[in-house]
C-alpha cells in the first residue's frame, strides 16, 4: 500500500511525500459509554487510511480519493463541509485554521482497506491520518490528545455526528496485539494484551446502514444529557452518566420511560466494561463473552440502537457452544457484530451463517477475523 500511494502521488503531483498510516477499530465492550464521559475497550486493527501529502507553494488544497477515483481542488479560504470522503479531510483543517495554525496549501491521495460504512471507524481514521500528516508537514507540534480532540471536532462539525472519543483515540494510540482501557471523562488509559488463548475475535458486517444512525445518534445523546440534567436537581454533583448509580435514575422511570431505559443501559455498560476488564485479567473468555451478549441486550431492548439484521446475526450464535460472546458494535443500525469464536471453528461459523443470513435477511454476509494494529504513524521511513 505504501509504495503504491506514493507511485500515484509521484504520478499526479511530483516530489516525496509523506506518508501517514492510520487505522480502524473494533470495540471489545463498552458502547455508547463514550460521550457518557465512561469506560471503552477498544483496539486498532489491521485495516487502514494511508495518506500521502506534499506541500504546495500557492493556497489550494488538491485532494484525490484513490478508492473513488475522485478529485476536489479548494482553496484554504473557501473551506467549508462537502459530501463524501473530501469532509472529513476539510474538517481538519477548518479546526486547524480555526485553532490559529500556520498552515497553507498542499497536495494530499487518499487510500485505504477499511470497509466504509461497517461500523470500523473509516472515518475517525481519516480525521487522524489528516491531523497527523498536517502536523508533520507543517511542523505544528501538536501533542496526540490535542490532535485527538482536533479530529473529532471535525466529525462533529463537518460529518455532523456529535461522537464520542473512542474512534479517534483509538485510531490515534492504538497499540498491536493490545485492548486500550480507556477512561473517556480523564482520557486515562492503560494498554492491556489481548490474549485469546485459542478464540479470535470476528466481525460479521450485516453491510447495512440505516439511514437513521446518526440522527438517532445525536438523539441518544441529548436523552442522556436530559437525564443528567434532570438528575442534577437532586443531585449537584451529578455532571454526567459516569456519576449516576441506578438509584439516582429510579424517579425517572415514572417521568419518562424512554429516557430512564437509556440511562439504565449505560450504567450497567460501565460496570461491564470494568468487569470485562476483570475477565481478561484472568484470562476468563467466558465471563467476557456474557458481558458482550448482556451489551447486545441492553443495546438491542434499552438503547435501542440495533437492527432486524444486528439482532438475527447475534441471535444466530447464541447456544453455539464455540462462540463466547457475540453483540452488535458501534453506533448502531448496521455495521458489524463482534463475535469471540473458537478458532477452529470460525470457517463453519461463517459458512453456515452466510446461507442463514441470506436466507432470512435477503442480504450477504461478510465476515473478517480481527487482527489489532499500531495506531497513526508515519510509514515512509
Ligand atoms: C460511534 C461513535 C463513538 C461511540 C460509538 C458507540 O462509533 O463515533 O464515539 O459513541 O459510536 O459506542
Redesign the pocket.
Known amino acids: 500500500m505504501v509504495s503504491e500511494i506514493k507511485k500515484i502521488f509521484q504520478q499526479k503531483f511530483s516530489g516525496e511525500p509523506l506518508i501517514v498510516r492510520s487505522p480502524g477499530r473494533v470495540?471489545l465492550i463498552?458502547?455508547?459509554?463514550?460521550?457518557n464521559e465512561g469506560f471503552?475497550l477498544p483496539a486498532a486493527i489491521d485495516k487502514a487510511i494511508y495518506v500521502a501529502i506534499g506541500r504546495r507553494t500557492d493556497n489550494v488544497l488538491h485532494l484525490y480519493s484513490n478508492d473513488f477515483n475522485e478529485s476536489l481542488k479548494i482553496n484554504l479560504t473557501n473551506i467549508k463541509p462537502v459530501k463524501g470522503w473530501a469532509t472529513y479531510i476539510l474538517g481538519v483543517v477548518d479546526q486547524l485554521i480555526k485553532k490559529g495554525f500556520d498552515i497553507a496549501g498542499f497536495n494530499l491521495i487518499l487510500s485505504g482497506d477499511i470497509p466504509i460504512g461497517a461500523?470500523l471507524?473509516s472515518s475517525?481514521a481519516v480525521e487522524c491520518a489528516t491531523v497527523f500528516a498536517l502536523n508533520e508537514l507543517f511542523s505544528l507540534k501538536i501533542e496526540k490528545t490535542a490532535m485527538v480532540r482536533i479530529a473529532q471536532k471535525a466529525?462533529h462539525e463537518y460529518a455532523g455526528?456529535m461522537?464520542?472519543?473512542?474512534?479517534q483515540f483509538t485510531s490515534m494510540f492504538g497499540k498491536k496485539d493490545s485492548v486500550i482501557k480507556l477512561d473517556c471523562r480523564s482520557l486515562e488509559y492503560e494498554y492491556k494484551p489481548l490474549q485469546l488463548e485459542g478464540y479470535k475475535l470476528v466481525l460479521l458486517n450485516t453491510n447495512v446502514k440505516h439511514e437513521l444512525a446518526s440522527s438517532e445518534?445525536n438523539t441518544r445523546r441529548q436523552q442522556c444529557e436530559q437525564a443528567v440534567a434532570w438528575i442534577k436537581k437532586d443531585h449537584s454533583q451529578v455532571n454526567s452518566l459516569r456519576d449516576v448509580t441506578i438509584a439516582m435514575l429510579e424517579p425517572l422511570a415514572s417521568i419518562d420511560p424512554i429516557i430512564y431505559n437509556r440511562c439504565k443501559y449505560v450504567v450497567d455498560e460501565n460496570q461491564r466494561v470494568l468487569d470485562s476488564c476483570d475477565a481478561l485479567e484472568k484470562a476468563d473468555l467466558h465471563a467476557l463473552g456474557k458481558k458482550m451478549f448482556s451489551t447486545h441486550d441492553g443495546l438491542s431492548k434499552e438503547y435501542e440502537v440495533s437492527c432486524k439484521e444486528l439482532d438475527y446475526l447475534v441471535n444466530a450464535v447464541k447456544g453455539n457452544p464455540h462462540v463466547l460472546g457475540a453483540r452488535m458494535m458501534?453506533?448502531?443500525f448496521g455495521g458489524c457484530t463482534i463475535n469471540l469464536v473458537k478458532e477452529e471453528a470460525i470457517d463453519e461459523l461463517i459458512a453456515n451463517l452466510s446461507i442463514g443470513y441470506k436466507e432470512n435477511m435477503l442480504l450477504d454476509l461478510t465476515a473478517y477475523v480481527v487482527v489489532t494494529g499500531q495506531g497513526t504513524e508515519l510509514v515512509n521511513h
Do not use: Q
Request: aromatic share 10%.
Open positions: 470495540n463498552g458502547e455508547h459509554t463514550d460521550y471503552v461500523g471507524s475517525a466529525e455526528v461522537c464520542g472519543i473512542m474512534d445518534y458501534g453506533g448502531g
